[in-house]
């Protein structure tokens, strides 16, 4: 069994991604210093896998700690590197958190893989790179726009970080761009769990139709769109963890002969925020308090993924509806909530 070091594992996308992880055979270990997670979620992976992935407690900005855990696990032979933070407002407030948590992580880790030979490395990267693209669907080589904050800026610098990291060593490493991703487990086991007032788009949703938000701010509806609100590409959590399992079995496979490889993750269909919440109340029945206020500074208009590089390379299509993916937040939060 294939030891595979999952960082971040107790977050809403890691959780998922330990989840296929063990069900396509890989031993996992997770470390997670639950800045953004709780210890309850390995109960919830435990549940749905049958097996408790093992789990320390480990802050990856501690140079030396992180070493320490090396040294004790030699035997790991890749690492799916989810930890960072991921607030772009907070970001803004804070960027020196953002360029220490995001960046001196990965450097420690990729220090460790020079150290003990460890040549596969996934790198969770994000749609942000791209900022507001000149044409749409966007392919993975359209250019890299200068970034609005200092989270999509950690996002860039990690890409070059790796880039360069594998053009000198035996490091093999795959940047995952992740679109919007939404839902949760259909087990309602694990899901997403925003600390404070959420940001993103879907777990205000659920929360204002859970009664603890008043009402959702649709941020602008005189963008240059059909119905005026942004368009994105939601796709299911448990989508984007499935890819992570392909890329994993690729580069262990050492079928690719490039050292450094980067895959757009999305639907590769773009959605309005009223198609979101028209396609909420339709699927869960709920009706949602809504009101159209101004746009929100920093916002793209559009953004939505090319995914024939993920389909013809990795063999990866994303299969859940936005529909899927919305009744399964909606199940998640009336489950954090107590509802039903
Ligand atoms: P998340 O906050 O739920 O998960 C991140 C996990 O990393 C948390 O459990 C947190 O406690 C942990 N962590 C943070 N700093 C750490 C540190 N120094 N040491 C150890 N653990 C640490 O976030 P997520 O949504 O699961 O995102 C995972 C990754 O995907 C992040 O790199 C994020 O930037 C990226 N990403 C997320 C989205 C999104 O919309 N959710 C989109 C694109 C990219
Ligand atoms: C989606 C749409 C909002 C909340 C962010 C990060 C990005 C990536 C994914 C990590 C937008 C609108 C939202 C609300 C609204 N994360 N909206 N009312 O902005 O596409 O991307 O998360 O890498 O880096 O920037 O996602 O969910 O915040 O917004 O109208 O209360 O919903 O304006 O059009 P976004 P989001």
Not at 253 to 276: A, Q
Request: proline share 4%; glycine share 8%; aromatic share 8%.
């Amino acid at each position: 069994m294939k030891k595979i070091l999952v960082t971040g594992g107790l977050g809403y996308i890691g959780s998922h991604t330990v989840v296929e992880l063990q069900n396509a055979g890989y031993q996992v270990i997770i470390v997670d210093n639950l800045s953004n997670s709780s210890l309850d979620v390995l109960e919830g992976i435990t549940n749905i896998s049958k097996t408790p992935p093992a789990f320390e407690r480990l802050d990856l900005r501690y140079k030396a700690d992180v070493s320490e855990f090396f040294k004790r696990n030699q035997d790991i032979e890749g690492i799916i590197h989810f930890a960072a933070s991921k607030a772009v407002g907070e970001s803004v407030a804070n960027p020196l958190l953002y360029y220490e948590n995001n960046l001196n992580t990965l450097i420690y880790l990729l220090q460790e893989c020079n150290a003990y030979g460890i040549e596969t490395f996934i790198f969770s990267s994000s749609c942000t790179v791209y900022g507001e693209p000149d044409s749409l669907p966007i392919t993975e080589d359209a250019a890299v726009k200068e970034a609005t904050s200092p989270y999509g800026n950690t996002k860039q610098i990690s890409e070059e970080i790796l880039k360069d990291t594998c053009s000198i060593s035996t490091l093999k490493a795959i940047a995952l761009r992740y679109f919007n991703p939404i839902g949760a487990h259909e087990t309602v086991e694990i899901g997403e769990l925003p600390a404070g007032v959420p940001q993103n788009l879907v777990p205000f949703i659920t929360q204002t139709a859970a009664g603890l938000r008043k009402e959702l701010s649709v941020y602008g509806d005189d963008y240059p769109t059909e119905d005026g609100s942004c368009i994105r590409d939601y796709i299911h959590v448990v989508d984007l963890a499935k890819a992570h399992v392909i890329a994993l079995g690729r580069l262990l496979s050492k079928t690719n002969n490039s050292n450094y490889e980067v895959f757009n993750l999305g639907t590769g269909r773009g959605s309005s925020v009223l198609e979101v919440v028209n396609s909420f109340e339709k699927t869960t029945g709920e009706k949602l308090n809504y009101k159209i206020v101004d746009r929100r500074p920093g916002d793209v208009i559009s953004v939505y993924a090319d995914t024939k590089k993920a389909n013809d390379v990795l063999g990866w299509k994303a299969q859940e509806t936005m529909e899927d993916a919305l009744l399964s937040s909606w199940k998640w939060e009336k489950k954090v909530r107590g509802m039903q």
